[in-house]
């Protein structure tokens, strides 16, 4: 059985910075193709950013673009999301999801999420 758990949010101000993580259990990570998507209040969840499981590829939604960077440690099955020049609308409920789907120029979520963490900008 899959099991995904986030962890790393909190609350930060503007400009400020956050690393979540993504523990998985009961899939090997090195051959899964894993993302990160939110979800803000009264708003529908939205693709971050995917990584695959083969070297170079990662792809971002452009509102996170050149800010936000994915990465994943196979050794210790965990998949990461370094957020830098937090703005207070990046304020939502972050979720792992395993093997989401292209489509078009954006990500379909996969059916395996974490829990969600919480992550809360101010300005």
């Known amino acids: 059985q899959v099991q995904l758990v986030e962890s790393g949010g909190g609350s930060v101000q503007a400009g400020g910075s956050l690393k979540l993580s993504c523990a998985a259990s009961g899939l090997t990570l090195r051959t899964t193709l894993m993302g990160w998507f939110r979800q803000a209040p009264g708003r529908e969840r939205e693709f971050v950013a995917v990584?695959?499981?083969?070297?170079?590829?990662?792809f971002y939604a452009d509102s996170v673009k050149g800010r936000f960077t994915i990465s994943r440690d196979n050794a210790k099955n965990t998949v990461y999301l370094q957020m830098n020049s937090l703005k207070p609308e990046d304020t939502a409920v972050y979720y792992c999801?395993?093997?989401?789907?292209?489509?078009?120029?954006?990500?379909?979520?996969?059916?395996?999420w974490g829990q969600g963490t919480q992550v809360t900008v101010s300005s």
């Open positions: 990584t695959p499981w083969f070297d170079g590829g990662t």
């Open positions: 999801n395993q093997s989401p789907r292209p489509s078009g120029r954006t990500w379909f979520p996969g059916t395996t």
